[in-house]
C-alpha cells in the first residue's frame, strides 16, 4: 500500500494484526473502505480514515483473510459473515491480497460455506441451498441472514453456480481464482508468495 491509494480493508482476525501494521506506515492521503463495522472502528481508532463504500467505484487494493484456501486458489470466506461485503470489496479491487496463516490451506475445500439470504422467502431460499442451517448471530450490516451450507464442496464452481442462480442469496463464501492477485502464506517467521491466479 503506498500513499494516496484507495485500498479495501477485509474483516477477522488476522485484518486485526493488518491495521496497526497499516497505522504505523504514516501513509498520508489513503482513502480506505472496510468491509465490517468492526473493521471500520478499529481502522479509524488507529487513526486510517474510512469512508462509506458509496463515493468511490474501484480501489487499488484489498486485503482479506480467509477461511479456506485450495491449491487451484479457491477461498472459502465469511467465517465472520462479511463475505457479501468482502466479495464486493475484492471484486472492485485491482489488486487482491489474501493473507492466511498455513493453516488455513486445505488440499479440498469442505463444509461450511457461508451463505447471506434474504429474509423474504426465507424457508424456499432454505430448501435451494439444502442442506444449510441459519447461524445464530445478527443480520450482516445489509441486513442479510447468515447461514451455513453443509453440503459436498467437491466441485467448487458448480456449488457457486448453484448459489448463483438461488434469487434469495445475496451472496456466498465462494471466492474464484480470478479474484485474487496475491496469496501470503505465514509459516512460523517464513511467508510463502503465491500470485498464482491472476490473469
Ligand atoms: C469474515 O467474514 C471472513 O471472511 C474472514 O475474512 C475470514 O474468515 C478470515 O478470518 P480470520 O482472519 O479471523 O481467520
Given at each position: 500500500?503506498?500513499?494516496?491509494?484507495?485500498?479495501g480493508?477485509g474483516?477477522?482476525?488476522?485484518?486485526?494484526?493488518?491495521?496497526?501494521?497499516?497505522?504505523?506506515?504514516?501513509?498520508t492521503?489513503?482513502?480506505?473502505?472496510?468491509?465490517?463495522?468492526?473493521?471500520?472502528?478499529?481502522?479509524?481508532?488507529?487513526?486510517?480514515?474510512?469512508?462509506?463504500?458509496?463515493?468511490?467505484?474501484?480501489?487499488?487494493v484489498?486485503?482479506?483473510?480467509?477461511?479456506?484456501?485450495?491449491?487451484?486458489?479457491?477461498?472459502?470466506?465469511?467465517?465472520?459473515?462479511?463475505?457479501?461485503?468482502?466479495?464486493?470489496?475484492?471484486?472492485?479491487?485491482?489488486?487482491f491480497?489474501?493473507?492466511?496463516?498455513?493453516?488455513k490451506?486445505?488440499?479440498?475445500l469442505?463444509?461450511?460455506?457461508?451463505?447471506?439470504?434474504?429474509?423474504?422467502?426465507?424457508?424456499?431460499?432454505?430448501?435451494?441451498?439444502?442442506?444449510?442451517?441459519l447461524?445464530?448471530?445478527?443480520?450482516?450490516?445489509?441486513?442479510?441472514?447468515?447461514?451455513?451450507?453443509?453440503?459436498?464442496?467437491?466441485?467448487?464452481q458448480?456449488?457457486?453456480?448453484?448459489?448463483d442462480?438461488?434469487?434469495?442469496?445475496?451472496?456466498?463464501?465462494?471466492?474464484?481464482?480470478?479474484?485474487?492477485?496475491?496469496v501470503?502464506?505465514a509459516?512460523g517467521?517464513?511467508?510463502?508468495?503465491?500470485?498464482?491466479?491472476?490473469?
Open positions: 500500500v503506498t500513499s494516496g491509494q484507495t485500498v480493508l474483516t477477522g482476525s488476522t485484518v486485526a494484526h493488518l491495521l496497526p501494521a497499516l497505522a504505523e506506515r504514516g501513509l492521503d489513503l482513502r480506505c473502505v472496510a468491509t465490517s463495522p468492526a473493521t471500520a472502528a478499529r481502522a479509524q481508532e488507529l487513526g486510517i480514515p474510512v469512508e462509506p463504500f458509496e463515493r468511490l467505484a474501484r480501489l487499488d484489498a486485503i482479506d483473510g480467509a477461511d479456506q484456501v485450495d491449491p487451484a486458489g479457491w477461498l472459502v470466506k465469511g467465517g465472520g459473515g462479511a463475505h457479501t461485503r468482502e466479495k464486493i470489496v475484492a471484486a472492485a479491487a485491482d489488486r491480497i489474501v493473507i492466511a496463516d498455513h493453516t490451506l486445505v488440499d479440498k469442505k463444509p461450511p460455506i457461508p451463505l447471506e439470504l434474504l429474509a423474504f422467502g426465507l424457508p424456499a431460499t432454505l430448501q435451494n441451498v439444502n442442506p444449510a442451517k447461524r445464530d448471530v445478527p443480520n450482516s450490516p445489509d441486513g442479510g441472514l447468515i447461514a451455513d451450507y453443509q453440503g459436498n464442496v467437491s466441485d467448487p458448480e456449488l457457486a453456480t448453484r448459489f442462480q438461488v434469487p434469495g442469496v445475496v451472496d456466498h463464501g465462494l471466492f474464484p481464482p480470478a479474484l485474487t492477485s496475491d501470503l502464506i509459516r517467521e517464513e511467508v510463502e508468495h503465491r500470485t498464482p491466479f491472476s490473469d
